[in-house]
């Protein structure tokens, strides 16, 4: 079965630091560019990052030097690493892979709230 299971999420207090999984099964995730997007309530998804098959990385700008987006081949796994939380980071985070099939693939999505 062909999909991205995201896990991680939960509470933070601001300033702290979660990681986030995305597990992909179903096809040859090595092959495939990855992002992460989230998207706050009340407002539309956003994009956060991108990995490329090559290793390379693009951010956000509003999270750059906060945020950090890894793979591993090996375990077909994507992580995203946050760190210095704020309140607005507070959103739903959906791992994508966008060049999949024609419209690309979303996983459920994994809450992250951060608040005291």
């Known amino acids: 079965q062909v999909q991205l299971v995201e896990s991680g999420g939960g509470l933070v207090q601001p300033g702290g630091s979660l990681r986030l999984s995305c597990a992909a099964s179903?096809?040859?995730?090595?092959?495939?560019?990855m992002s992460w997007y989230r998207q706050a309530p009340g407002k539309e998804r956003e994009y956060v990052a991108r990995i490329h098959t090559t290793g390379s990385t693009n951010y956000a700008d509003s999270m750059k030097g906060r945020f950090n987006i890894s793979r591993d081949n090996a375990k077909n796994t994507v992580y995203l690493q946050m760190n210095s939380l704020k309140p607005e980071d507070t959103a739903v985070y959906y791992c994508?892979?966008?060049?999949?099939?024609?419209?690309?693939?979303w996983g459920q999505g994994t809450l992250v709230t951060v608040s005291s």
């Open positions: 994508n892979a966008p060049y999949y099939g024609s419209g690309g693939l």
């Open positions: 179903g096809f040859t995730f090595s092959r495939y560019a």
